[in-house]
């Protein structure tokens, strides 16, 4: 968007109108300084750039050079109280609700992925690799989680941004430059309506998972990173009414507590140790704590640790209806995964142990993959039948191929979770 420099009468380019805005922004803080035994809140902020504003436009006058067009100087403004209030150039990218994930390397063009294989350049948020470092510092001092600390003695951050984004960062040092990686939520809430006509589930597989949730099954979502497997759990979670949902996420991705108002819903976050090794709170202690506090159904945002030898004692316990996701290639590889995560368990669990406890407490692993072009399906609904030995026995329900605009019902369920899909209102007979 051009602006009209009052001092030099040109139109200069992107980064020229940054470092105006930065230069402004710096005049508002050292101000902002000066009254530093005040209250100070956003629209005293706005008054002092409002002012500042005034100063130059009366300057521009004055040298005969012209004033920005209205739309230009409200640009200004806003790029102003980014960098005061907010997170700086950051907040023109996280303003825009398509960004699916936003990638930045130090001062390189800024990458906004908006799903679907579509990429794109953005101007960089930083003049060099220390102003990103920088960047990141101010966001991490801002957490609404709690300070957190990034420097050389805390080089790696995971934190959630004031609209819902996780922001993930490394130091140079374990990593050639800065690097900073920041997971959108959609703005708006998907609901499994909304993931049937996107194609990410066919008629078929949306009928099943509702009866699963609906019969309370115990439900594993697996895919890539970016696959959507949060964004399926937070869909199929959408469809429950009236139950006490308690969630637990080292960073609060699924945001069931801001969206999901048919349900009561508790939300527990993780938090790292600090620098001297103190004050760290484990997903798996997070897991214990939700039992305690009577729900319906636990739910973990991601396992990948410890914390699955927790979950799936709750899953076993009698909280039936909960649900986790997982990384894995398919919805066979969850089983080996799950293995090895519990055998990292202060138990140390072996894989005979393993298996027996997914046997009894995971009902449904539910797979997703991605095409070539970048979309998302159900690719896979597998039933857990129990174990034998350190193998976890299982039944391959639903698949669809890449190729296939619907999938197909290939086993018909067996034993107590065809009774219950039944119940549920799921026909199980009659399958081929």
């Not at 920088?134 to 959630?160: N, T, W, Y």
């Not at 819902?164 to 490394?170: F, I, N």
Request: charged share 25%; net charge negative.
């Amino acid at each position: 968007m051009p602006y009209l420099s009052p001092v030099f009468g040109e139109t200069p380019d992107e980064n020229t109108v940054r470092a105006d805005a930065s230069a402004l922004a710096d005049r508002v803080t050292e101000q902002l300084i000066t009254h530093s035994g005040e209250t100070v809140n956003s629209e005293q902020v706005g008054k002092l750039v409002d002012r500042l504003l005034e100063e130059r436009a009366r300057t521009a006058l004055i040298r005969g050079t012209g004033a920005p067009a209205p739309e230009d100087e409200s640009r200004l403004r806003q790029l102003v109280l980014d960098h005061v209030l907010g997170l700086g150039p950051l907040e023109e990218l996280l303003a825009d609700p398509e960004a699916q994930n936003i990638h930045i390397t130090g001062n390189d063009p800024v990458i906004v992925d908006y799903g679907g294989r579509r990429r794109e350049r953005r101007p960089a948020v930083a003049g060099t690799d220390a102003d990103l470092v920088a960047l990141v510092q101010r966001a991490a001092v801002r957490a609404p989680g709690g300070e957190r600390r990034f420097d050389m003695a805390a080089p790696i951050l995971s934190m959630e941004l004031e609209d819902g984004s996780r922001l993930s960062a490394v130091m140079p040092g374990i990593a050639a430059r800065p690097t900073v990686t920041i997971r959108r939520h959609p703005h708006r809430y998907l609901r499994l309506g909304d993931l049937a006509r996107s194609g990410m589930v066919d008629q078929t597989a949306r009928d099943l998972l509702l009866a699963a949730v609906k019969a309370r099954m115990n439900v594993v979502i697996s895919g890539a990173t970016n696959a959507g497997k949060t964004t399926l759990l937070r869909a199929l979670l959408g469809t429950v009414e009236g139950e006490r949902i308690v969630t637990v996420e080292d960073s609060m991705e699924l945001g069931l507590h801001r969206h999901l108002s048919a349900a009561d819903v508790v939300a527990l976050q993780g938090r790292p140790a600090n620098v001297e090794g103190l004050g760290e709170v484990s997903l798996a202690e997070l897991v214990r704590a939700a039992l305690r506090m009577c729900p319906d159904r636990v739910v973990v945002g991601e396992t990948r640790g410890p914390e699955t030898l927790a979950l799936l004692n709750a899953m076993s316990m009698g909280t039936d209806g909960s649900m986790s996701t997982i990384h894995a290639s398919s919805s066979q590889q969850v089983f080996a995964k799950i293995a090895a995560y519990c055998a990292q368990s202060q138990e140390r669990l072996t894989a005979s142990a393993a298996a027996s406890l997914v046997g009894t407490a995971v009902h449904l692993v539910v797979h997703i993959d991605t095409t070539s072009l970048g979309e998302r399906f159900v690719a896979s609904v597998r039933e857990v039948v129990g174990s034998e030995g350190e193998q976890v026995t299982s039944n391959e329900l639903y698949v669809r191929e890449e190729a296939q605009p619907t999938g197909a019902l290939v086993c018909p369920p067996s034993g107590l979770i065809g009774q219950r899909l039944a119940r549920a209102g799921f026909p199980v007979r009659g399958w081929s």
